[in-house]
């Protein structure tokens, strides 16, 4: 039998940023239906009277000419900003749409340097807002903690840049008590309730490797491996919402204190 009680969690922000990124492919500067849809979920969250401004950088990866590069970054900010603005965002608050070429691939430290040129594909968004004191959300004992904005390159288990603060700050709480738990690894949109496809291994296992990759992270952390273990269980339990919705990685709470 499982005890039913609450766990308050307090998130302190510092900062007035937000910040969101958007993630293209090879030479192209159009904005993919994956990527539109997770920044359409993102602006949905905004609180538009809160917001101050929008500045938009585009980056490239290290391949072609730095003018080709330029242009490319250039392009995939003004897209961005297209987006924006057709998501009710105020053209005026749009301050700034920047191109900065290319990033090399020393920026990030990995050994597999496909990885680093998707990593570097991309947009950077910052929104400033009105400065906000304290943001709590509660749990109960027992259910399932959904790791909100916890997202990954599509098609890997590589944790996107944007969302290791947002692991930090779950870690911070979570070390703090001594319940056990299970990180379960979840995909959307696969036929037969099936996993998705880990691009890095061609393996049928995506759910898996991006639950593991959490594990591995508090682990390392400090957080002892008596508490926690890691499981993906495909598209098996889709929130029945939007796609996007559906590609996220929960703790579900297995004892009390």
């Given at each position: 039998?499982?005890?039913?009680?609450?766990?308050?969690?307090?998130?302190?922000?510092?900062?007035?940023?937000?910040?969101?990124?958007?993630?293209?492919?090879?030479?192209?500067?159009?904005?993919?239906?994956?990527?539109?849809?997770?920044?359409?979920?993102?602006?949905?969250?905004?609180?538009?009277?809160?917001?101050?401004?929008?500045?938009?950088?585009?980056?490239?990866?290290?391949?072609?000419?730095?003018?080709?590069?330029?242009?490319?970054?250039?392009?995939?900010?003004?897209?961005?900003?297209?987006?924006?603005?057709?998501?009710?965002?105020?053209?005026?608050?749009?301050?700034?749409?920047?191109?900065?070429?290319?990033?090399?691939?020393?920026?990030?430290?990995?050994?597999?340097?496909?990885?680093?040129?998707?990593?570097?594909?991309?947009?950077?968004?910052?929104?400033?807002?009105?400065?906000?004191?304290?943001?709590?959300?509660?749990?109960?004992?027992?259910?399932?903690?959904?790791?909100?904005?916890?997202?990954?390159?599509?098609?890997?288990?590589?944790?996107?840049?944007?969302?290791?603060?947002?692991?930090?700050?779950?870690?911070?709480?979570?070390?703090?008590?001594?319940?056990?738990?299970?990180?379960?690894?979840?995909?959307?949109?696969?036929?037969?309730?099936?996993?998705?496809?880990?691009?890095?291994?061609?393996?049928?296992?995506?759910?898996?490797?991006?639950a593991k990759f959490i594990y591995n992270y508090f682990l390392k952390k400090g957080i002892s491996k008596s508490r926690m273990s890691y499981e993906g269980?495909?598209?098996?339990?889709?929130?029945?919402?939007?796609?996007?919705?559906?590609?996220?990685?929960?703790?579900?709470?297995?004892?009390?204190?």
């Amino acid at each position: 039998m499982r005890f039913i009680f609450f766990l308050l969690y307090s998130v302190f922000l510092f900062s007035n940023e937000l910040k969101h990124t958007v993630y293209f492919e090879t030479n192209k500067s159009d904005v993919s239906l994956i990527e539109r849809n997770r920044l359409i979920s993102f602006v949905e969250e905004l609180n538009y009277e809160d917001l101050v401004s929008v500045k938009i950088s585009g980056f490239c990866d290290d391949i072609g000419s730095d003018s080709y590069n330029l242009d490319l970054s250039l392009n995939r900010a003004n897209n961005i900003k297209r987006s924006l603005i057709s998501n009710s965002i105020n053209s005026e608050k749009i301050i700034s749409v920047n191109g900065k070429g290319e990033i090399f691939l020393e920026k990030y430290s990995s050994k597999n340097p496909d990885v680093i040129r998707a990593l570097n594909r991309r947009v950077e968004i910052i929104f400033i807002t009105k400065n906000k004191k304290e943001e709590t959300f509660k749990i109960e004992k027992g259910s399932s903690l959904v790791l909100e904005n916890i997202l990954f390159l599509t098609g890997y288990s590589y944790l996107m840049p944007s969302s290791k603060k947002k692991l930090d700050i779950i870690y911070n709480n979570i070390k703090k008590d001594s319940f056990s738990f299970i990180i379960r690894g979840h995909v959307c949109c696969t036929s037969g309730q099936k996993d998705a496809i880990d691009r890095a291994t061609k393996k049928r296992n995506l759910s898996v490797v991006r639950a593991k990759f959490i594990y591995n992270y508090f682990l390392k952390k400090g957080i002892s491996k008596s508490r926690m273990s890691y499981e993906g269980v495909g598209n098996k339990f889709p929130l029945g919402g939007k796609p996007e919705k559906d590609r996220r990685v929960e703790i579900l709470i297995t004892s009390d204190f």
